[in-house]
């Protein structure tokens, strides 16, 4: 497991009073500690530990009781980090994998002995919900176009189109993601000419008797999408996307993480994450804007809004 802090800031110092999310993802586990800043919030902390929860999944759909005790005292740390800065009560919640596995209470029961933290298990359209608030927030109010957000997590994609005056009009969940896909199709690192064709062709046919509503704008979210953004900038377009691609299979997962200054963990499933969504773009017919937000962010701002509600 690998862990890295982002962002910190000591202290709050001016009487508001810190929210934080923790969010038990497929791939990583993050924590989001923020205060309430005018109508939006300003961070305090993030932080992200690789916990990879869908490589723990055993061939029955139980989740291994080792990686059970490793995500169980990563989020007792985080905890103790978000109270640190003020933030009493943390929230955390749980999506895909936790939600998929036959023995996911024995997650929850874990997590909470160990950290006294209760974890809301997300249902794919509350997942969808948050993350499109999460996404959309610093869109300009008066944006009127129809809006596809696109979340490709580790072992889930979702997808979640609506507009700001409305919110989500329409979503839906694939049981494809990033990690599931590295797991199941590349072995060598980096991954072979053939290895990249065989899950390029697997991602292909997950999507091909799918047809997505028009949309005028498309955002995509997430791991995968966030790191693209330093290697290729804040729009990603088919060409964009393949270049990417060539670019981190080059070489070892060591030196890629290295010159692009990523956690091992995020170059071995980045070209997965790449495909996805590029597959996604091209059915949508449209190119993705990298958002700065997504589901923690959506939670936050919720949990901020019911101090003063």
Known sequence: MAEKSNKRANG????????????IGSNTTRLLVAERSGDGFRELLSQRAFTRLSRGIKEDGSIAGKKIDELARTVAT????????????????ATAATRDASN????????????????????????ARLAFMGATRALPAETAERIAVIDVGGGSTEVAIGTLSDGV???????????????????ADPPSVDDLDTARAFVDEMFT?????????????????????????????????????????????????DDFGLD??????LPAGIMILEDISIRLGQPLRIGKGGLREGKLLELLAAQVA
Request: proline content about 2%; hydrophobic content about 40%; cysteine-free.
């Open 12 to 23: 709050n110092g001016n009487g508001k009073h810190p929210a934080a999310v923790i969010d």
């Open 78 to 93: 985080q905890v103790k980090l978000a109270k640190v800065l003020g933030a009493d009560d943390p929230y955390a919640m």
């Open 104 to 127: 996911g209470d024995d997650l929850l029961k874990a997590v909470h002995e160990e950290s006294g933290v209760k974890i809301d298990v997300l249902d794919e359209h509350e997942e």
């Open 169 to 187: 009009k329409w979503s839906t969940s694939f049981r494809i993601g990033s990690g599931m896909v590295t797991d199941r199709f590349f072995a």
């Open 209 to 257: 008797d799918y047809n997505f509503p028009q949309v005028d704008l498309a955002i995509a979210i997430g791991g995968s999408a966030s790191s693209l953004r330093r290697m290729v900038g804040g729009v990603l377009e088919h060409e964009t996307m393949e270049r990417a691609i060539r670019l981190i299979t080059r070489n070892a997962a060591t030196e890629m993480a």
């Open 264 to 269: 091992i963990e995020r170059v071995q499933v």
